[in-house]
């Protein structure tokens, strides 16, 4: 199971807290930020399993025994774009980051299914069919099938994947990444997302020896992403090196996503879901 019932509960009357405003296809369960909309009926639509039972209108369910959503003008559904990390660099660890990135990608999106927001999931690496908008509770089945990891002999570059993604013909809302970024181009590819008019969140993952590697000697290492073999000398000078170096590539994804107004979090796969709902999504405001 990719949550445990326990997990459930804590995620259950979260709602993700974004920054901007988006104008919804249909309408849901936000309040938009819009001036001079009243708060009147607009129309109806299909009830969706965990939808909010006080907008369930009663009279047409005794009439004609269907269930449908009585709807506001002054509400709408926000499009959350889960984009999960599927590159090889992505399966180091112990446990994973790709097992830690599945987990959270579907512990974001309960959370927006629960609000009624549309989630739609894309996985960055493999070229591999996009999964249709789900909404509702009942989308969550799907959600947790997707995150599965998908086998694929074409991919993408970290860098090349956002752009094919912000090239496509994609609804403007709130991005999530889940990626370890590592990729020399990432932080210039966020801002591309930036500029294409969406809110970016990042959840950056990287194991502790990704961080501060314990290597020594003579080593011949062979890059996750094509294969080739490096050959090194693992000596406190080159540790330092890569240390200085990986420090400011992560401040220049930092940078990029202060500057587009996102959100950035770097964590380990031992961090447990318990810490980031506490440490990321309440305490820096990622939901209400």
């Known amino acids: 199971m990719v949550l445990e019932p326990r997990e459930f ?3 259950d009357g979260l709602r993700l807290n974004p920054r901007k405003s988006f104008s919804g296809r249909v309408r849901g369960e936000r309040l938009t930020r819009k001036k001079g909309v009243s708060i009147e009926f607009a129309d109806y639509r299909e009830y969706s399993d965990g939808d909010d039972l006080r907008h369930l209108d009663w009279n047409v369910l005794a009439r004609l025994d269907t269930p449908v959503m009585r709807t506001y ?15 090889p660099s992505m399966d180091f660890g112990e446990p994973t980051k790709a097992a830690q ?9 309960y959370v927006a299914l629960n609000s009624g927001d549309a989630v739609l999931p894309r996985s960055l690496g493999p070229r591999e069919p996009n999964v249709r908008a789900l909404r509702g509770r009942a989308g969550f089945p799907r959600l947790a099938q997707w995150s599965g990891f998908s ?5 993408e570059s970290l860098s090349q994947a956002l752009r094919s993604f912000v090239n496509a013909s994609t609804r403007t809302g709130l991005v999530c990444l889940l990626s370890d970024g590592l990729d020399p181009d990432a932080p210039a ?6 500029g294409r008019g969406h809110e970016v969140w990042f959840v950056q993952i990287l194991s502790d020896i990704e961080l501060d590697p314990d290597l020594e000697g003579d080593l011949r290492l062979l890059d996750a992403e094509s294969g080739a073999p490096v050959e090194i000398t693992a000596n406190s000078y080159a540790l330092k090196e890569y240390r200085a170096r990986l420090a400011a590539h992560n401040a220049a994804i930092t940078e990029s996503i202060r500057r587009i107004g996102g959100r950035h979090t770097l ?16 305490r820096e405001g990622w939901t209400a």
Do not use: M, N, W
């Open 189 to 194: 590819a966020i801002r591309t997302l930036g």
């Open 267 to 282: 964590i380990t796969p031992q961090i447990t879901l318990d810490q980031f709902i506490k440490e990321t999504l309440k």
């Open 73 to 87: 003008q002054d509400e709408e559904d926000l499009a959350f774009h889960l984009l999960l990390d599927r590159s």
């Open 9 to 11: 509960r804590l995620l």
């Open 151 to 155: 086998r694929s002999d074409h991919r």
């Open 101 to 109: 990135a599945a987990r959270l990608a579907c512990a974001l999106g």
